[in-house]
């Protein structure tokens, strides 16, 4: 019985660590789709796209053009740790197989201001989540209104040319972004690509074919 107030104190600590960490957002949606059927048949193997959605403020909105964006760089590995763990306890109790992420930023920033916030460091709070992970994470960028869509792509966790892993979900905030803000995904797939079957053409074969077309 004496540990039992020491449980209880880490357990309120975690959960204010936690809290701290989301003060960042405005919000955050999560948003699990399980694909049923599909082209009329019902799915052989499952397919869940989860995608965790934060809104954060941009805090170069409205300025002079800036060639240092490290402090968003900075920010997207938090935020994405934070969304990553929201995401994969959406997945659960599938694995993911593949994984994307995409920023929509708003209309008074910059573009790349969000190339920061997914191509530098994101990734990487991506992979220590999902526990690896060496195939390049697709990402999407672009500026748009609050509700604009977002494509998020999906490539293979583990291999790049994972063929039934490559898969796409669509996503939307109402009421975000903000002007002066960004609207940054973390997004895992688990199963499949709904009814995947194509079969593509292997590296091997792709890097035969290149240098065929390069005379080499």
């Known amino acids: 019985m004496d540990r039992l107030p020491t449980r209880v104190s880490r357990l309120v600590a975690r959960v204010a660590a936690c809290f701290r960490r989301e003060l960042m957002f405005r919000q955050i949606t999560i948003i699990a789709q399980d694909v049923l059927a599909e082209g009329g048949r019902a799915l052989a193997v499952p397919c869940r796209r989860v995608a965790a959605c934060g809104v954060l403020a941009n805090p170069h909105a409205g300025g002079p053009p800036l060639d240092d964006l490290s402090g968003l760089a900075e920010l997207s590995f938090k935020a994405g740790e934070v969304l990553t763990a929201r995401a994969l306890a959406a997945l659960a109790p599938l694995a993911p197989r593949g994984y994307g992420k995409a920023a929509l930023v708003g209309t008074a920033g910059d573009l790349e201001h969000g190339a920061s916030m997914i191509h530098v460091r994101l990734g990487l709070a991506m992979r220590q989540g999902a526990g690896g992970g060496p195939a390049l994470i697709p990402g999407n960028a672009k500026v748009g209104s609050a509700g604009s869509p977002i494509d998020v792509i999906f490539g293979g966790l583990e ?12 996503v939307a905030i109402p009421d975000a972004p903000r002007p002066d803000e960004i609207l940054l995904v973390v997004a895992f797939l688990g199963g499949s690509r709904p009814n995947a079957r194509i079969k593509g053409a292997s590296p091997a074969q792709v890097d035969g074919l290149v240098r065929r077309m390069r005379g080499q």
């Open 159 to 170: 291999d790049a040319w994972d063929y039934d892993a490559m898969d796409t979900m669509t």
